[in-house]
């Protein structure tokens, strides 16, 4: 269960994130999800909660948006959902020199951070961190 590693990876780098703020905990962790890869939000999601206990995590609520896969073909420039399983074959002139433009993407999107004892709550986006 490879989502297991993707979560692992999540926690580090939002803890990471944190401690470079100061934040004393994290609320929710927003992450966009390609429908090309491979991973299985509801999995993820078990896997996350794990993968937060004992971390500055721990409690966080992780929401994931699914990002559609999403073709063009070079000769005609035409675009298109692929869907699944990806049809990159272009339906405007049936070429096959395509490239995926998005549907990949496993990236941090947002994270709201827990408000400190002494600080009212407040949140902060990411840089949109790559996992």
Do not use: K
Not at 59 to 68: C, D, F, N
Not at 113 to 124: K, L, R, V
């Amino acid at each position: 269960m490879h989502e297991m590693s993707v979560a692992l990876a999540v926690v580090d780098q939002v803890e990471r994130a944190a401690r470079s703020r100061g934040a004393h905990g994290v609320r929710d962790v927003h992450v966009e999800i390609g429908e090309l890869a491979g991973v299985v939000p509801d999995s993820l999601g078990f896997c996350f909660e794990l993968a937060c206990a004992g971390t500055a995590l721990e409690g966080a609520a992780l929401h994931t948006r699914s990002v559609p896969g999403r073709a063009r073909c070079a000769p005609c420039g035409r675009s298109w959902d692929t869907g699944l399983p990806p049809d990159m074959v272009c339906a405007g002139c049936r070429g096959a020199a395509t490239e995926l433009v998005s549907g990949r993407e496993l990236r941090i999107a947002e994270v709201r951070w827990a408000a400190g004892p002494d600080s009212p709550e407040y949140s902060n986006a990411t840089n949109g961190e790559e996992t």
